[in-house]
Structure formats: C-alpha cells, structure tokens
T-cell receptor, first 111, second 114 residues
C-alpha cells in the first residue's frame, strides 16, 4: 500500500464551488505539505504543518485553507474555486530530515 | 523571484549515453539539494541529494555535482536508459531554518531514445 495517499485523484468542479482535497500518510511523519504544480513553474508550496497545532502559510496560500485533523491527515480546501486554481496538487510528508515523500497527486479542473 | 532555476525545459539523449541535467540557485543560505523524478500521473519520487559540505554524491548510475561558488548543481545519469524518461526537478533547502521547506525548479523533461 502507498505510504502517502490522496483523494480524489481527479476532480472537475465549477467556479465558486467549495472543494476539499484529502491526504493521508502511514509513514508516521510529523511534517506535511501541500504543493501545486503548474506547467513551467515547478512545484510551489501552499501550506505546511509540523503537527496538528502548527500550520504555516507557504508562498501561494491565498485562496486556500488547510486542516490538520490528525498526525496522519492533512486536508486542503478551496473555499470558492476559480479557474486559475486548475492545477496538479501534491501532498508530501517528511520526518526530521529534508527529504519529502509525495503522494500521487490530484488533478483539479475548475471550469 | 525564482530562487531555483532549471533553464532547460527539455533534453533528449540516446540510450546508453550520458544525460546531464542542470540547476542554478540564487540563495546562498541553501545548504541541501535534492533531485526528484516524476513520471506522468504519479507524484515526484526522491532520487538523490547532496549536502553543501560535499561537491559530489553518487548512487549507482546517478551522480550529483555541486559547485557552490557558481551556485550550480547538475545531475549525471550514466548510462541513460529509456526508463529514465521523466520530468526531473531539482530542489533546495536551508537546513538551518529547520522548516523542511523545499524550493523547486521548473523541471526538465528528459527523453531517452532507444
């Protein structure tokens, strides 16, 4: 079984809708991250969390919110989706080192 | 401002030859560098890393070189295989900041032709 799972894998939604992307991990890591990938821009950090009480904004947090429900679960929400949030979204985890382990990604399309 | 840059969007090499992927960074506080490989419909997977106290790290067919004075690192794949065809991302971090945050380059798509 995969160490980092993301649901859904694909989602098409409409402008203005609220959507939640979920991430679960079995690696026992404290640190979790959310990134988005856009063509030509690489991966950009949206939010990160060191534990359930520690949430931090990344470089592109506007329009997003997160919830760390447990050590193993980290959710990303788009309160009111807009077309330029169409992207690939990745969740990642890390232990005390700097190597991060990624989930398979969610392809989100906002019409 | 892009702190980590991969200036070549794509690279094509023949099977068996060497692939060289390049990455430049601007932030002198970066002291740990990683390469990730990404296949379509999958998440990035860790490939190899290097600390700033080293100038070379090797793992099988993969070698990463770091030139701190030039703020440049490169990934060498020898020999290249068709299964190496993927998008490669370099990433940088500052371990002294203790945030674990990675700054990624834009990625280079490698195609290895049989």
């Amino acid at each position: 079984d995969a160490d980092v799972t993301q649901t859904p894998r694909n989602r098409i939604t409409k402008t203005g809708k609220r959507i939640m992307l979920e991430c679960s991990q079995t690696k026992g890591h404290d640190r979790m991250y959310w990134y988005r990938q856009d063509p030509g821009l690489g991966l950009r950090l949206i939010y990160y969390s060191f534990d359930v009480k520690d949430i931090n904004k990344g470089e592109i947090s506007d329009g997003y919110s997160v919830s760390r429900q447990a050590q193993a679960k980290f959710s990303l929400s788009l309160e009111s989706a807009i077309p330029n949030q169409t992207a690939l979204y990745f969740c990642a985890t890390s232990g005390t080192g700097n190597t991060q382990y990624f989930g398979p990604g969610t392809r989100l399309t906002v019409l | 401002d892009q702190q980590v840059k991969q200036n070549s969007p794509s690279l094509s090499v023949q099977e068996g030859r060497i692939s060289i992927l390049n990455c430049d960074y601007t932030n002198s506080m970066f002291d740990y560098f990683l390469w990730y490989k990404k296949y379509p419909a999958e998440g990035p997977t860790f490939l190899i890393s290097i600390s700033s106290i080293k100038d070379k790290n090797e793992d099988g067919r993969f070698t990463v070189f770091l030139n701190k004075s030039a703020k440049h690192l490169s990934l060498h794949i020898v020999p290249s295989q068709p299964g190496d065809s993927a998008v490669y991302f370099c990433a940088a971090s500052s371990r002294s900041s203790n945030t674990g945050k990675l700054i990624f380059g834009q990625g280079t798509t490698l195609q290895v032709k049989p």
